[in-house]
């Protein structure tokens, strides 16, 4: 198996944070669907994370993992984490350095492997997150989607599908939970209002 753009070894498919994300990004294998296009998965990564602590740092080593957004190494058993609790111990010579997992170059051609992804999103508080923060906009994942691995949907050979038509989405017989009030019992909880933080925190108290 390889990485776009055509991987072979490990410090080929380790992309550094600074630098610019292909559009595409495939773990793909050599083997083909029935169309005759490379049997792969996409990784798709939504980050917003902010920049990462200069190389020349000492204490860089404890967190060399944020130094890639992705990264594809070669499975080993020995190298289950990219960081470590014990970092915080000693980070100038921390338990796990990531950045030794790229450092030997081994193949990943034809391998067992591992994506190791860096995600995230930095928020700076403003006037607006109170009394709570909009979570719109402020997020990070990533998605890994089948590409050309099946023939056609695999969705369409699920069991147990159900089709509903105009209106009957209200129908106790096609659809249980539009009557899920009617056969629970829950409790009948008086309308919640919110007046703010009037009356409850007040300038003396911070005194």
């Not at 099946?150 to 096609?174: K, L």
Request: with cysteine; hydrophobic share 30%; proline share 4%.
């Amino acid at each position: 198996m390889h990485l776009l753009v055509y991987s072979y070894e490990e410090q080929e498919a380790a992309l550094r944070y600074d630098t610019k994300t292909p559009r595409y990004l495939h773990i793909a294998s050599n083997k083909t669907n029935r169309w005759g296009h490379q049997r792969s998965y996409r990784l798709q990564v939504f980050s917003f994370v902010g920049d990462h602590l200069p190389e020349s740092e000492a204490e860089e080593r404890a967190m060399s993992w944020a130094r890639y957004k992705v990264a594809i190494t070669k499975h080993k058993d020995l190298e289950q984490t990219s960081s470590s609790l014990y970092n915080q111990n000693d980070i100038w010579a921390p338990a796990v350095d990531f950045s030794k997992y790229i450092a030997d170059n081994e193949s990943i051609e034809d391998e067992d492997l591992v994506a190791w992804v860096t995600t995230g999103f930095l928020h700076i508080p403003h006037a607006e997150d109170i009394p709570n923060t909009v979570t719109v906009g402020n997020g990070g994942g990533v998605l890994l989607r089948p590409h050309n691995y099946f023939d056609e949907d695999p969705s369409i050979n699920s069991a147990d599908a159900a089709y509903f038509g105009p209106g009957s989405e209200d129908s106790c017989e096609n659809n249980r939970m539009a009557c899920l009030s009617q056969e629970t019992c829950s409790p009948n909880l008086e309308t919640f209002t919110y007046h703010g933080f009037e009356g409850i925190m007040k300038f003396e108290d911070w005194k």
